[in-house]
């Protein structure tokens, strides 16, 4: 009898997890065809653990991007920056926190469904931001991530005085994170070291969005590359130019989701699982390269024509998710 009733249960149970992940799920999506992050790991920890969150966990933080949000606050201190584009062609950062946590971040805003696949490739990241679209959740609540907005840990919140909502909601990682868990916990990839043999020497590079652009200009006298967002320079809210020592243009398939913002516009869903082209800029070069990432779990590998791994530069990365051509 006990074993005939702990199948029915189980039965019943599987039947209801499949009914609930139905409905967080909208209709019309394209299906995806690898690992797209919504499978969570054996033992995922719960939600919100805050400062309880293992030491190897990094950092990602969901920036708003929008000009009536910048200067933003704690992005020069990210040992990696992801842009991306969404809703009417504008962008959005992801700024991951490996070696430094600063004092605070932001302005913090709402997460997108590809930012689970791009963030598979650490071990049990903890994600902070302000919410997603109501279907969205179930799915970040199924990833092998702590998920960690206002709600669920108010305390490492607040909002600024200096600017209107929804553009003023800060973090402050140390409620998250006790430390900075180390640059191993970078599972990106990356190499760094010396600089490829060859590439182009140049003064500046543009990536163009549907609606939003950057821009990187070498400077010789600082070995970075100085960041300027829609035509004007990019700098901290403490008037720090935001200067990543290499930059990654990643030309990706960007398609559409099954998920709308609250105007109708559709969420687009960016790729990072596969292989491409992409230009690594560093040293006042840009270098023709190619990328490959297996399977959600990788990171990324750049390599020459060759076959060669490229070296970047030491210092903040950024990576410019961008259309394939």
Not at 42 to 64: M, N, W, Y
Not at 72 to 81: H, K, R, S, Y
Not at 218 to 238: C, F, K, N
Request: net charge positive; proline share 7%.
């Amino acid at each position: 009898m006990r074993t005939a009733h702990s199948a029915a249960t189980a039965a019943l149970l599987s039947a209801a997890l499949a009914v609930a992940l139905a409905a967080g799920c909208t209709s019309g999506g394209e299906p995806s065809t690898h690992d797209d992050s919504r499978s969570a790991s054996e033992h995922p920890r719960p939600s919100g653990t805050g400062p309880s969150a293992a030491v190897g966990s990094v950092l990602a933080v969901k920036i708003d991007n929008a000009p009536d949000a910048r200067p933003q606050t704690g992005i020069d201190a990210a040992d990696v920056v992801y842009a991306e584009q969404v809703e009417g062609g504008l962008s959005r950062l992801m700024a991951v926190y490996a070696t430094s946590l600063p004092k605070a971040v932001g302005p913090v805003r709402s997460a997108r469904e590809s930012d689970l696949e791009l963030l598979r490739q650490f071990e049990q990241p903890v994600l902070a931001f302000s919410g997603a679209q109501g279907k969205l959740l179930p799915l970040i609540d199924r990833a092998p991530l702590d998920a960690v907005t206002p709600d669920k840990s108010s305390g490492a919140y607040f909002r600024g005085t200096d600017r209107a909502a929804p553009h003023n909601l800060y973090l402050r990682p140390n409620r998250l994170l006790p430390a900075a868990p180390g640059a191993a916990a970078l599972t990106t990839g990356f190499r760094y070291g010396a600089a490829p043999a060859g590439g182009r020497a140049t003064a500046s590079y543009t990536v163009r969005y549907p609606a939003a652009r950057f821009t990187f200009a070498w400077s010789g006298s600082r070995d970075r590359w100085l960041l300027s967002t829609d035509g004007a320079p990019t700098v901290t809210a403490g008037g720090q130019r935001v200067a990543p020592a290499t930059v990654v243009v990643q030309y990706v398939k960007v398609r559409a989701s099954g998920f709308h913002d609250f105007l109708g516009n559709n969420t687009p869903y960016t790729e990072t699982v596969g292989s491409g082209k992409a230009k690594v800029l560093r040293d006042g070069r840009v270098f023709d390269v190619n990328w490959q990432r297996r399977t959600a779990t990788d990171g990324t590998d750049f390599t020459a024509a060759d076959g060669t791994p490229v070296g970047f530069a030491r210092g903040q990365v950024w990576v410019v998710l961008a259309t394939a051509p």
